[in-house]
């Protein structure tokens, strides 16, 4: 993820490169995006390390010493002892060298490199097995960046949305919205996007081969850093520097470090160029008469904020309120890798919260204000410490959380991903660091879901202010504004910015009318700011955001002062506050988190289980009947209209396989409930994750089902309704 100071281009996953500032690489003082104890893990390493450093030493000693006994013809038992000696160090260093390994990776629970890899791997092979997801276009060898969802994966994608559209768009009233896909460029070019939506890349310079430069950096330092034991502590704080900066790093800055560790492409070898700006976004016309040019969208949101006036007014022109959309964007990416989590083709769900910049307190915000959860916020990153638990409403109050909106999202965030089924103890909201805010930003926070592959940003929630409203005021000449009417006339200072388009105009020339809207749509602070530095200065440096850059703006270029008016109402461009959710991430976190093995019954083999809450199961249950027999078949599929009746998703298998590896079966694909068919009367109803069995009515069967699947009642409430079944050979 990019992440800089002069624009930031959505939430989720959007930060692109955007004129970086030049970053000074200062003693490293923890990597912010880490977790857990922190400063004592990086100690332990550093410790191992020099004790590692100092080992080999004087092995090198004592081998040195082996070598004079027997040049110098010393006696077989003095150069015995030696070797014993050099033996015993040699020992000493291998079991430093473990222990260094499991501070590397983790610790010696299980959870080292080489365990997560192959925990990944087994979780993958188990979703591309079971149709969850597979590589698209798969018989002409696929395209990186670009999966196709099987039966299982479009059911818990559906799911997932369904929820989402019931918790946020529902619950809170929001307005939907669904837009093209295909953007004109000039809505692109107001927004950034055209400019500035990029990532460094570096090219093979003999096969012409593409690599992210961050990349390729950030592998190297990992690599050595986990592989490499014969590193200085110095050195691997170097390292660890390098990746906790690595977002803010120019293409100057990457490549001088490309350059000083010899860096070279990871399939050939090859040299590498110098990393160079490369756009993100596919291209495209529209028309046939090629003359308008157009973009597929890297984000939705952009679609929210052109129809802000229309929105506002179908909203009966009051704010607060919120428009959400869900859709797909696309990313034309250098390098993709790890699997859902970096694609070319991607489905996001976007809330733009349009509010008063003077009042961002929220109505309902009492209702999340005693949740305890995880949090990062900057001081803690900055000072090497780890996240912990904080009360929202504590945050909020302290000033950590901006305002009571932002806070208000947080904490909606945290109940709908816990609630889908995201481990709490594995999801974190961290604060971006002063280096990672929007010039314009007033807070952002990310959720963050520990995987296999780390931390992952799956949900951003910024405080964006007035700027993308700005920006496409400026550019469509529309005013995108909000009105608050006085019930009687009020006295107010008015702010007047009276720009000399003489003056610019010989300073900017074409540019003049960019300079001249940008100085005229200045925030009062911002305004007065300047106000006072060309007063003591004479001249300032001036972002223009059409431009991309900044500008000096001299003393007679403008003229900034307040006059006393009334009025009879108040126009502003409001706030947004936007969380913005990466649902592919989200999903493919959701599989790993819900995923587990257990022994068979024989205890041969282990079996997967994916462990979905019945929210998002892609199927609520399957219906067995327990060997072939017509009446049970019939009794099954009885059974069957009355889930199809009550909206229940099921599968009905009728296969003369053995109820044992059926259960399996179903348990694979996360199926959270089993009704096996033993008579005609009644059946039973198998739990996935514990296996219980409780045996209910034909009748009344499905109901039960549906109240369950529903969240009207729990498995448990289930188990003190109904007699408990026990078999000896359900789990053959």
């Not at 559906?158 to 093209?180: G, I, K, T």
């Not at 090859?270 to 291209?283: H, I, K, T, W």
């Not at 540019?511 to 001249?516: I, L, M, P, R």
């Amino acid at each position: 993820m990019r992440i800089f100071h002069t624009l930031t281009i959505s939430a989720f996953s959007l930060r692109r490169r955007v004129n970086p500032t030049h970053f000074s690489l200062k003693p490293y003082i923890g990597a912010p995006h880490s977790s857990g104890s922190m400063s004592t893990a990086s100690a332990d390493e550093n410790s191992l390390r020099r004790t590692l450093a100092q080992k080999q030493s004087t092995i090198e000693i004592q081998g040195g010493a082996v070598r004079q006994l027997k040049s110098s013809g010393a006696s077989k038992s003095e150069i015995d002892a030696a070797v014993q000696a050099l033996n015993a160090l040699k020992l000493e260093k291998a079991d430093i060298e473990s222990k260094l390994q499991a501070a590397i990776g983790g610790g010696a629970g299980g959870n080292s490199a080489a365990s997560r890899d192959a925990f990944r791997q087994n979780v993958v092979n188990t979703l591309e097995r079971r149709l969850f997801y597979i590589p698209s276009f798969k018989i002409y060898r696929g395209v990186a960046g670009l999966y196709d969802y099987g039966p299982p994966g479009c059911s818990v994608k559906s799911n997932v949305l369904a929820f989402w559209r019931q918790h946020f768009v529902l619950e809170e009233n929001m307005l939907e919205v669904d837009c093209p896909c295909v953007t004109p460029e000039v809505v692109l070019k107001a927004s950034g996007h055209v400019d500035k939506f990029t990532d460094l890349m570096v090219k093979d310079e003999k096969t012409g081969t593409c690599y992210r430069a961050d990349h390729v950096l950030k592998d190297y330092c990992k690599e050595k850093l986990e592989k490499d034991f014969s590193l200085s502590a110095e050195k691997a704080a170097e390292l660890k520097h390098i990746l906790a900066v690595l977002d803010d790093l120019s293409a100057e800055q990457l490549g001088a470090k490309i350059k000083e560790y010899g860096i070279t492409a990871p399939d050939t070898k090859n040299p590498l160029s110098d990393p160079y700006p490369f756009n993100l976004m596919f291209q495209t016309s529209i028309g046939p008469s090629g003359v308008s040019p157009g973009y597929m969208r890297p984000e939705t949101a952009q679609g929210i904020f052109v129809n802000f006036k229309d929105l506002y007014y179908y909203n009966g022109n009051k704010l607060p309120f919120a428009a959400a959309q869900i859709g797909q964007a696309f990313r034309n990416e250098i390098s993709p890798r790890q699997g859902l989590l970096r694609v070319r083709e991607f489905t996001l769900a976007e809330i733009e919260h349009f509010v008063d910049p003077q009042d961002k307190s929220h109505p309902k915000f009492t209702d999340v204000a005693k949740l305890e959860f995880l949090m990062f916020p900057r001081d803690d990153q900055v000072s090497g410490q780890s996240a912990k638990r904080l009360q929202l409403g504590e945050a909020v109050s302290r000033g950590t959380v901006n305002n009571e909106t932002l806070g208000y999202f947080i904490g909606r965030v945290y109940l709908f991903l816990t609630r889908l089924g995201i481990d709490k103890d594995r999801l974190r909201f961290r604060q971006h660091l002063a280096n990672e805010m929007a010039h314009y930003a007033a807070d952002c926070w990310d959720a963050e879901i520990e995987s296999s592959y780390g931390w992952i940003e799956c949900v951003g929630i910024a405080d964006r202010s007035a700027y993308d409203l700005h920006a496409h005021s400026e550019k469509s000449s529309v005013a995108l504004v909000a009105q608050e009417k006085f019930s009687e006339p009020r006295e107010v200072e008015k702010l007047v910015i009276t720009a000399n388009k003489k003056e610019l105009g010989l300073a900017f020339k074409g540019n003049q009318k960019k300079v001249t809207e940008s100085l005229e749509a200045m925030e009062e602070k911002v305004a007065m700011d300047m106000k006072a530095d060309l007063e003591s200065k004479g001249e300032v440096e001036f972002h223009v955001c059409t431009l991309g850059k900044n500008v000096t703006i001299k003393k007679n270029m403008v003229s900034i002062s307040k006059e006393k008016k009334k009025e009879h109402q108040r126009v502003f461009t409001p706030s947004v506050i936007e969380p913005s959710f990466g649902i592919g991430r989200i999903i493919y976190c959701l599989y790993e988190h819900s995923f587990y093995t257990r022994p068979s019954k024989a205890g041969d083999e282990q079996l997967n289980v994916f462990s979905f809450p019945p929210l998002v199961a892609p199927i609520k249950c399957t219906v067995f009947p327990l060997v072939q027999n017509q009446q049970y078949e019939e009794v099954a599929k009885l059974i069957s209209k009355s889930l199809t009746a009550a909206g229940i998703s099921h599968k009905i298998d009728i296969t003369g396989t053995s109820i044992g590896k059926r259960y399996a079966r179903t348990d694979e694909l996360g199926v959270p409930f089993a009704i096996t068919v033993d008579s005609t009367s009644s059946v039973t109803v198998r739990e996935r994750d514990s296996k219980d069995q409780v045996r209910v009515d034909v009748e009344k069967v499905a109901s039960v089902v549906r109240e369950v699947t529903d969240g009207v009642s729990t498995w448990a409430d289930v188990l003190k309704m109904y007699p408990l079944h026990s078999s000896e050979t359900a789990e053959e």
